[in-house]
């Protein structure tokens, strides 16, 4: 894709939004071809947050199996399962914003392919700790003392499996986070230019 090309399409996507009902006043739920709703905005720094609060946690019950904070984990996972799939959901079925600038065709590519991708993954991973710990015999509990119900009954062979397949899928979710952080400070730090300010909710010009 070409930067003539890019610059064809800004100007066909910001003339669509000024005859839009958005550009009216009306509160944006949706992404359009021109930035990020709030509720983008707001549930990616949500997420961004649980996400980075399970992965401390995961460090600490490494070194201290048992502890209380097993329940803390349980329920930040939980919150996390049903923002993610509406995030997933709302990724594919939304038109998704312009990159900022003229970005490499190839970045762009690969930094909405590892969104997506992330976005998948904390659907699945949650999904698959929860049947990893049923079919193990655990039980999922939330602070309170409120239990997760287990849909399925203790199998060691199962636990396995899907202790296996949430490893699998976790090494290369963090190599993705790590891929995405990296992308938003080069945008931040190298390229200086308004990604950050957009995902912070500030009308920036593409």
Not at 3 to 16: P, Y
Not at 49 to 73: N, Q, Y
Not at 133 to 150: D, H, Y
């Amino acid at each position: 894709m070409s930067n003539s090309h890019m610059s064809s399409m800004k100007s066909s996507m910001k003339d669509a939004e000024l005859r839009s009902p958005h550009a009216q006043g009306r509160f944006q739920w949706r992404d359009s071809g021109l930035g990020f709703s709030p509720v983008t905005i707001a549930l990616h720094w949500l997420v961004a947050v649980l996400v980075l609060a399970i992965i401390a946690l995961e460090i600490v019950l490494w070194f201290s199996p048992g502890t209380a904070l097993a329940s803390v984990l349980n329920l930040l996972g939980t919150i996390l399962f049903p923002v993610s799939l509406y995030r997933f959901w709302a990724r594919v079925t939304s038109w998704h914003p312009l990159p900022v600038g003229t970005p490499n065709p190839v970045e762009v590519i690969v930094s909405r392919s590892v969104a997506t991708s992330l976005a998948l993954a904390m659907v699945l991973l949650p999904i698959a700790a929860w049947l990893a710990k049923s079919a193990a015999g655990q039980l999922v509990e939330l602070p309170g003392g409120w239990i997760i119900p287990s849909p399925m009954r203790p199998d060691a062979q199962a636990a396995h499996v899907f202790e296996g397949l949430f490893r699998i899928g976790a090494t290369p979710f963090l190599l993705g986070l790590a891929l995405h952080i990296f992308g938003a400070c080069k945008n931040h730090f190298v390229l200086k230019n308004d990604a950050l300010k957009r995902m912070l909710g500030k009308r920036v010009e593409l």
